[in-house]
């Protein structure tokens, strides 16, 4: 559909990288790099030890490690992070299960480009410990947001949502796997509906 145009994707991970490796089977199999010229160029950790770092290895995206205990300040953390991530040139950065709280001038530096996934039905339930703190106040429907990340924590425009029903007896667990199966299909659409926005403002940048 593009051409030429060029949109990298960035994904940043803390963990399992559930949503990442989603995102990156719908890229490859929707096809993202014609239809938008994207592709994930980078997953980026802040631990070492993050098993979405396998995964990612295995499919040939470059990978980075970030810690942040090796920095005295979040500012100095972020000042890192942003030097991986703009060696890629990122249409679109990526929060994908990223735990850590990031500063304004890191929100600001990718305002319009920066999208997080957040396991609730924002503006509901911001935070952690979503799903204990949804089935304590008797939800009968939980889910997913995928959002801009403003620099106030779990807030900003909302792009996509999933719901799914709390069932009885639900425990945080079962509740927060049902969310996650969710998010798998949430966070690649809600990605591939901002390319297609791209696209269709600029379609041969
Ligand atoms: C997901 O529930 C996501 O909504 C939240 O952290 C979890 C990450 O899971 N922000 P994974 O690392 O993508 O498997």
Do not use: K
């Not at 090796?70 to 060696?87: C, G, K, M, T, V």
């Not at 996509?160 to 796997?177: E, F, H, I, R, Y």
């Amino acid at each position: 559909m593009t051409g030429r145009a060029d949109r990298p994707l960035v994904i940043l991970i803390s963990g399992t990288g559930s949503n990442m490796a989603a995102i990156v089977r719908a890229a490859q199999a929707q096809r993202w790099q014609a239809r938008y010229g994207a592709r994930v160029s980078l997953v980026l950790s802040n631990r070492p030890d993050a098993a979405g770092l396998v995964f990612a290895r295995a499919q040939g995206i470059d990978t980075a490690v970030v810690r942040h205990q090796d920095f005295a300040s979040r500012e100095d953390f972020d000042a890192a992070l942003a030097e991986r991530i703009d060696a890629h040139r990122p249409a679109l950065v990526v929060l994908a299960g990223f735990m850590r709280i990031l500063t304004p001038g890191f929100v600001q530096r990718y305002a319009g480009r920066l999208v997080n996934i957040h396991p609730s039905l924002l503006p509901a339930f911001p935070g952690l410990d979503t799903h204990r703190r949804a089935i304590e106040a008797g939800c009968t429907v939980a889910g997913a947001t995928v959002h801009q990340v403003t620099t106030e924590l779990d807030h900003g425009p909302i792009l996509a949502q999933a719901v799914v029903p709390v069932l009885p007896g639900d425990t945080p667990q079962a509740l927060a796997q049902r969310v996650l199966s969710q998010e798998h299909r949430l966070y690649p659409r809600a990605i591939a509906g901002w390319l297609e926005a791209q696209v269709a403002a600029q379609p041969a940048a």
